[in-house]
């Protein structure tokens, strides 16, 4: 049986299983439908035109786990932010880790979708948030929303600055042959509340994974919030990570996407101006080789006046990898004084490494200052020779001109453990050990 089918087949015992609101049926039911109308996205649209999900869709997923699967610290210790005191939201296979989590409702809420859904308490969550911002008329996303239920319900209350980091962890144990995993994070940032959140999705083993996660991203009137996505997985792991950012006047969101490894991962990454004032930036790092392929998609939708977005991708692409950036910049009539910023950088370590870059402008306003860049090269050779005439091995230069490269994205991360972990890590991706941090 394909996925397609497998999916909608389930659907009925899938509700009964999780025992959903009324009020979530009839969302479910219409996100079923579009799901069931449109399928999964194929290289005939546009907007998926360089990936191809055939390949992945293959796999015989299972689409609930058949068991409960405890894992111990020490086996994922290492995925956290180490030195540092953080709140902890995390799953095992799409089920809720009492053991390995840390959540908290004192004075805010860090704790479970689940209990937003079910909860009287958290019923506003329901009218009011869930799926209001998300692409009801993308496939993907309407079939998170039939198959949801387990995700991080982050809710700040206003004029509150978190003392310290979230962290939204999802661990796949690969105790079954494949798997397929919905999660949905919801989060609101209330008036003048600062915080910062870090989002991993990781696997144990090497068994397939398919992971279609939406995170809705409120952000309140002068809301602070700095969002790191950490994409460093096993090369048999699939990610497409679908987030929706809503921005009220004045609030300020940052978005920094971390792609390291996987096999395929897909990120659509979305932003909406609901005020004046509003601040958005969108920065990433991608350093893949082998067989890789990380597609970047990017919507900043200008609606309001005097606002600025900027957006800043690097790219190091080596073996048969393949890179996509296709970033878009929508300027509405009304939002006159737009300034919006947008740079792809990127470099070929191979002949046979691929990327296909689509930078967007779309403005209807006259008033405005935009700009794209987008740049394709190699290695400079004279900083090349420049290096190794002073005694710096050619390996070793190499890995420090690309560690400049990526520095303009990392030099932003304001959590100094989490800057330090993503030094390491591209340090690891370059096969050096440079022996400081960025």
Known sequence: MELKEKLISSFMAFEEKVDVATELHDLRTSALKNFEAKGFPSKKEEAWKYTSLNAVLKNDFSIFPKKEHAIEIKEVKKYFINDVDTYKVIFIDGVFSTFLSSTTHDGLDVCLMSSALTKPKYKMVIDNYFNQIA??????????????????????????????????????????????????????????????IVERHQSLNENPVLTNSVTEIFAQKRAIVDYYKIQNDVQTANLIDNTYISQKQESRVAVHTFSFGGNITRNNLNFYHHGERIDSTLKGITIIGDKQHVDHYTLVNHEQPNCESHQNYKTILDGNSTGVFNGKIYVEKEAQKTDAFQQNNNILLSDKATINAKPQLEIFADDVKCSHGCTIGQLDDNAMFYMQQRGIPKKEAKALLMYAFTSEVTSSIKIPELKAKIAKIIATKLGVNMGFDL
Do not use: W
């Open 135 to 196: 692409n009801k008329e993308d496939s993907l996303t309407s079939l998170n929303t039939a198959f949801a239920y387990e995700g991080a319900y982050i809710n700040i209350p206003k004029s509150k600055v978190v003392e310290k980091p979230i962290e939204i962890i999802y661990f796949s144990t690969g105790n079954e042959a494949a798997l397929m995993t919905q999660p949905r994070n919801l989060i609101i940032v209330g008036e003048n509340a600062h915080v910062q």
